[in-house]
T-cell receptor, first 115, second 111 residues
Framework: KAGVTQTPRYLIKTRGQQVTLSCSPI?????VSWYQQTPGQGLQFLFE???????NKGNFPGRFSGRQFSNSRSEMNVSTLELGDSALYLC??????????????FGAGSRLTVL | DQQVKQNSPSLSVQEGRISILNCDYT??????FLWYKKYPAEGPTFLIS?????DKNEDGRFTVFLNKSAKHLSLHIVPSQPGDSAVYFC??????????FGTGTRLQVFP
């Protein structure tokens, strides 16, 4: 089955602009999470959506937002970009509701560079 | 206040030897502990997990050990292979499905 697909893979923006990243989860997975990866900071949790509702939110400013559509596809938006927003943004989906370890399947990520 | 720490940013091991990656956590309420591996230009992939009620889980060359009294998690890779060279993230799970990831350890396996 197809994996988690993220678009675009690479993008360059300038400070003050805004960006929208897209994520298509594995078919049947209704939970979609977003993470930011920067050197030395590991994977920082942004937010998680389930059935079009934001269930959890990390400690990021309001410039970071997201949404999920009825087909489980998700988008995240960053407004008023800052240099520090340069990072790899990872989307992950999971079959929420199953018992045991919550195994996430990640996409390849969207590499954002802010100049 | 990081609840999950991987204190070694990098580790270099000779092919065929054992690789030991470590992870420390601060909260006793975590339910599961997971390890992910990440190659450049790819997303992290799930490697192995362990329940908080166990102290060891093995899957082929990979074994995860959990020391609850020390709040310490380790991943052993035996024997190490060049293809194991990647960044390894530990993660802890709480409240049924919430995850917190560590900062990662870059493993390099050389011939």
């Amino acid at each position: 089955k197809a994996g988690v697909t993220q678009t675009p893979r690479y993008l360059i923006k300038t400070r003050g602009q805004q960006v929208t990243l897209s994520c298509s989860p594995i078919s049947g997975h209704r939970s979609v999470s977003w993470y930011q990866q920067t050197p030395g900071q590991g994977l920082q949790f942004l937010f998680e959506y389930f059935s079009e509702t934001q269930r959890n939110k990390g400690n990021f400013p309001g410039r970071f937002s997201g949404r999920q559509f009825s087909n489980s596809r998700s988008e995240m938006n960053v407004s008023t970009l800052e240099l520090g927003d340069s990072a790899l943004y990872l989307c992950a989906s999971s079959l929420l509701g199953s018992s045991g370890a919550n195994v996430l399947t990640f996409g390849a990520g969207s590499r954002l560079t802010v100049l | 206040d990081q609840q999950v720490k991987q204190n070694s940013p990098s580790l270099s091991v000779q092919e065929g030897r054992i690789s030991i990656l470590n992870c420390d956590y601060t909260n006793s309420m975590f339910d599961y502990f997971l390890w992910y591996k990440k190659y450049p230009a790819e997303g992290p992939t799930f490697l192995i997990s362990i329940s908080s009620i166990k102290d060891k889980n093995e899957d082929g060359r990979f074994t995860v050990f959990l020391n609850k009294s020390a709040k310490h998690l380790s991943l052993h890779i035996v024997p190490s292979q060049p293809g194991d060279s990647a960044v390894y993230f530990c993660a802890v799970q709480y409240n049924t499905d919430k995850l917190i990831f560590g900062t990662g350890t870059r493993l390099q396996v050389f011939p």
